[in-house]
């Protein structure tokens, strides 16, 4: 399963020789509005000054956690998950990276989701790799509360959570040339052209992942948004850090993942979904 999915990749470009990847070495509260799904992040102009996703913020809502959810997130987020500045909250910013090998209580590799919505995908993939350590990311705190519940009912312990922004996360808390991967499925499309700005694979935010993706390492996107496919491709091919490979090379973490509720409707409504696979040189 770990290297043979099925993929929709597109063709390598300046594809990567197999390089021996060092695996072990260095080591809101929020409303859905479709199933399964959260809001989109509302424009707001609280953080000119951002770098990387320069007018983007994300709406504070009422919580809609169920009561089980609410009960399984008093027991389990103290230890299995973290709030980082989240503007709903107004959470701690932390100045220095994680240490993930006192959060996992092993030394493993790690895998950083961004966007994990409900968790699908987190969950299946690291069930998948039980030697890897997968940290999701989420602005939105019912997906991390269901994917908590379900952490908590398969008893699956190589996961943790953060609630904020993945930019923050991945400038704040992850160091670089720590991750042996970077998934990103399904990132809001901002389809309108006066909103693309917002969208969060673009340069910037590209060249800090490959900044804190280990040599070897992969950047694993998927979109369902033809527009959205053209700009990934073209963004992550400029990165000099990396460069396309094939899915069936070899790679030190899997690439399969499960169709989730979100991309089942994409096919529904005829969208074709475009996979990207880039390593860190
Ligand atoms: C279209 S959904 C896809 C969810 C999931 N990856 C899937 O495939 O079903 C995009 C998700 O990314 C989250 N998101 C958007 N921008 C984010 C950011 N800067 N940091 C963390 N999560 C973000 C949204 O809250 C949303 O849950």
Redesign the pocket.
């Known amino acids: 399963m770990r290297h043979h999915g099925q993929m929709h990749a597109q063709p390598g470009v300046g594809t990567c020789f197999d390089a021996p990847v060092q695996v072990k070495a260095d080591l809101e509260a929020?409303e859905a509005t479709r199933e399964?799904?959260?809001p989109?992040?509302e424009p707001d102009s609280g953080r000119p000054e951002h770098g990387y996703?320069p007018a983007?913020s994300?709406r504070s809502r009422r919580s809609t956690l169920s009561g089980a959810q609410r009960q399984t997130w008093e027991r389990l987020w103290p230890k299995l998950g973290m709030s980082v500045g989240t503007p709903a909250e107004g959470g701690p910013r932390r100045g220095e990276p994680l240490d993930t090998s006192a959060w996992f209580g092993r030394r493993a590799p790690v895998v950083l989701?961004?966007?994990?919505?409900?968790g699908?995908?987190t969950l299946a993939m690291a069930k998948e790799e039980p030697d890897v350590d997968v940290i999701a990311?989420?602005?939105?705190r019912r997906?991390l509360a269901q994917l908590l519940s379900a952490i908590d009912r398969e008893q699956v312990g190589n996961i943790r959570l953060i609630r904020?922004?993945?930019?923050d996360?991945l400038e704040h808390l992850i160091a670089p040339r720590s991750l042996i991967g970077v998934r990103v499925?399904?990132?809001?499309p901002w389809p309108k052209a006066r909103h693309h700005k917002r969208r969060?694979l673009q340069p910037a935010t590209i060249g800090l992942i490959a900044d804190r993706l280990l040599p070897g390492g992969v950047l694993h996107a998927?979109t369902d948004h033809p527009g959205y496919a053209e700009q990934i491709a073209e963004v992550g091919d400029a990165e000099p850090r990396l460069c396309r490979v094939d899915p069936g090379s070899r790679l030190p973490t899997s690439i399969v993942r499960p169709t989730?509720?979100?991309?089942t409707k994409a096919h529904e409504s005829g969208s074709a979904v475009t996979e990207f696979i880039w390593k860190r040189r």
């Open positions: 929020g399964g799904m959260p989109a992040p996703l983007t994300f989701e961004i966007g994990c919505g409900s699908t995908s990311v989420e602005i939105y997906g904020g922004n993945a930019i996360v499925f399904f990132p809001d969060f998927a989730t509720k979100y991309e």
